[in-house]
């Protein structure tokens, strides 16, 4: 007797159901893939119980035959292939001809369908993949396809299932980057008798990001678009101000087929270099056209994965196309400005007193620790926090002239070595004498005034945020992130060294035995970070000069920052290397919370992050730059 045979049909398809249908979202994935296929323009998926109970897909696609629909249950039977050469050029989603019998296979199947023209349509039910009845019904055109009891004659499949809600999450999230995928295609999922999800199927890409992440979602992204000869990247990326938790919320599509694809999103992450902290991931959503005979879709049972002829140059594409959106050109502050994210606000009636600002001629500038930023002419103060003396009261009309001065002599102003002192006495100036401003209406000037250029300052909270305006809103920014983002820019377009300034005075540094090895093997490292330290001992070295754009006073810490930071990483690459001590310089070297600015400093501020290549972020993701709209605000005041 032979020890080999050869299986039956209903074992065969319980054994593919395994590859192919692995939970409920499996199946709905796979019954609205072949809907997509069959043209349809409105798909509806309604489950319960997280699918195990009842999987419900309608659309109003071509539908089938009779002849067809009973082909369709067989295995391997499929309108989208003829031979294996078709595997070169698929246009479609499906192309096994395994899912139908599969899914028939551990579940209760009932199918009706009717082509365009037909009478009558067609009803196929399967219990167990055990044929039960086929025949002529009336029904509406297209293709309903009901799957209950999920896995009833396979209890040790379901027990590997979890919960309703888990499951009927991973259906939600399949339909969400199907219809990410299909803008034109009209998606409607119903959960549990409520409807969770639904697009417009306008066509519009936007208006689907829209629908299914929200307004706020869709007010963060940005337009991403690149060609070459044989690749076409579109799509939409959010604002690194803008994170979420996983990448649950990235969708890449390929040839109008989602996949998940490491070089894809290893692409991305090294495009927001910098800019992200390491717990957060920017929702994307991208769609790559190229030649079908450069990819292959045949690697895995679910289609979830694709080979690329050339990685390397898919790699290369999405960077640049991501980079290329990041980049704010032509764009202003208010472009790039982060939206606050529910953020939890409690209002309370405080009288209004209107307190006259003053600032001294030495406050004037920023003179710290004997180093000057040449670049924007501000680095850290070495004046300690102290409350500001409450000033006597000015009148409403006052401090609406003080701040029109200001805002006019904003207008020319530019930042020259020639004219930076003459600015600053003028200003000073005209608070010393504020208080013999006449009294005026407050519509004796326009008031679209102040933006006819640029978000202008109007004060300071805390001594750590900048509050400025512009038509579209208010907006809060935090001074030490804005100016660490400014620093490391700076440092990073310095390719090959950072300019140092010799000290009069050179301070000895003592170091541990770990430490004075580490400055011995990175000499080349801190000398290219504008350092030069000479040893002077077995653990002593000599600092003979240090960045120019970093006071004194933080040398010797940031030395041991960067130190500590050299320390802790094991195998990184020298980008990473560089990247982790530019950002250690720029944060010590930056403004620190609790320095005072005056108007002027703060207008710099604004004007030099809005000259950054990334100006959404500091080097460690935290934002720079945070938004109110005038929509928001008359929601806050309920004026809407």
Not at 166 to 179: Q, V, Y
Not at 265 to 285: R, T
Not at 390 to 398: H, K, L, R
Not at 591 to 597: N, P, S, T, Y
Request: proline share 4%; hydrophobic share 40%.
């Amino acid at each position: 007797m032979s020890l080999i045979h050869v299986l039956d049909d209903n074992t065969i398809n319980k054994i593919a159901a395994g590859e192919v249908v692995e939970r409920p979202a499996s199946v709905v994935k796979e019954l609205v893939e072949n809907s997509m296929d069959a043209g349809a323009t409105k798909i509806e998926v309604e489950i319960m119980a997280g699918g195990t109970s009842l999987m419900r897909v309608t659309d109003n696609g071509c539908g089938m035959s009779m002849e067809d629909a009973k082909l369709a249950i067989e295995r391997h039977a499929t309108s989208k292939i003829k031979e294996v050469g078709d595997l070169y050029s698929l246009g479609t989603l499906g192309f096994r001809g395994e899912a139908l019998p599969t899914i028939a296979a551990v579940s209760r199947f009932r199918m009706r369908t009717r082509r365009e023209g037909a009478e009558l349509g067609t009803e196929v039910s399967i219990i167990g993949g055990v044929r039960q009845d086929i025949g002529e019904m009336g029904c509406s055109l297209g293709t309903t396809i009901q799957v209950e009891d999920l896995f009833f004659n396979t209890p040790a499949r379901k027990k590997f299932l979890k919960t309703t809600h888990t499951e009927g999450g991973r259906i939600s999230d399949f339909i969400t980057k199907l219809a990410l995928s299909r803008p034109d295609i009209a998606f409607r999922l119903i959960n549990n008798n409520k409807a969770a999800t639904m697009t417009p199927g306008n066509g519009s890409l936007f208006d689907t990001i829209r629908s299914i992440y929200g307004s706020q979602a869709a007010d963060a992204l940005l337009a991403l678009a690149f060609e070459a000869e044989d690749i076409k990247i579109t799509g939409y990326i959010t604002k690194p101000s803008m994170l979420k938790s996983s990448r649950a919320w990235q969708t890449f599509i390929v040839n109008g087929r989602i996949i998940s694809n490491k070089a894809i999103a290893k692409a991305i992450d090294n495009a927001y270099h910098s800019l992200l902290p390491k717990a957060g991931f920017p929702m994307v959503v991208l769609n790559i056209e190229v030649p079908q005979r450069t990819i292959d879709v045949n690697v895995h049972p679910q289609k979830s994965e694709m080979k690329f002829e050339d990685e390397g140059h898919i790699f290369k594409a999405v960077y640049k196309a991501v980079v290329d959106a990041i980049r704010p050109i032509g764009q202003t502050l208010g472009n790039v400005a982060g939206s606050v994210q529910n953020a939890a606000r409690h209002y309370q009636a405080e009288p209004m007193q209107f307190v006259a600002a003053q600032v001294s001629p030495a406050a004037s500038r920023f003179t710290g620790n004997g180093s000057a930023n040449p670049s924007i002419g501000i680095t850290a103060a070495a004046k300690p926090y102290a409350a500001a003396p409450v000033q006597p009261a000015m009148s409403f009309a006052e401090a609406q002239a003080v701040l029109r001065g200001e805002g006019a002599s904003y207008d020319g102003e530019r930042r020259t070595s020639a004219d930076s002192g003459a600015v600053c006495e003028a200003r000073d100036a005209a608070y010393a004498v504020q208080a013999e401003i006449p009294q005026t209406s407050p519509h004796d000037a326009a008031p679209t005034a102040l933006y006819q250029e640029s978000i202008v300052p109007i004060g300071q909270v805390d001594r750590c945020y900048i509050i400025a305006q512009d038509k579209d809103g208010l907006y809060i920014v935090d001074q030490h992130a804005a100016h660490e983002r400014i620093l490391y820019d700076k440092f990073s377009a310095m390719a090959e060294s950072i300019p140092s300034q010799q000290l009069l005075v050179h301070p000895i540094l003592s170091f541990d035995a770990r430490e004075a090895s580490l400055v011995s093997d990175n000499q080349d490292l801190f000398h290219r970070l504008g350092f030069d330290m000479e040893a002077c001992g077995e653990r002593d070295f000599r600092l003979k000069e240090v960045p120019a754009d970093v006071p004194v006073s933080e040398a010797e810490d940031m030395v041991r920052e960067i130190l500590a930071r050299l320390y802790d990483m094991h195998e990184t690459t020298a980008q990473e290397i560089r990247h982790a001590c530019l950002a250690t310089m720029a944060c010590r070297a930056a403004i620190k919370a609790g320095d005072e600015l005056n108007f002027r400093q703060m207008r710099i501020v604004l004007e030099e992050l809005s000259e950054t290549a990334r100006p959404y972020t500091c080097p460690h993701g935290r934002p720079t730059i945070l938004k109110f709209s005038s929509e928001e605000l008359a929601k806050m005041f309920k004026r809407t």
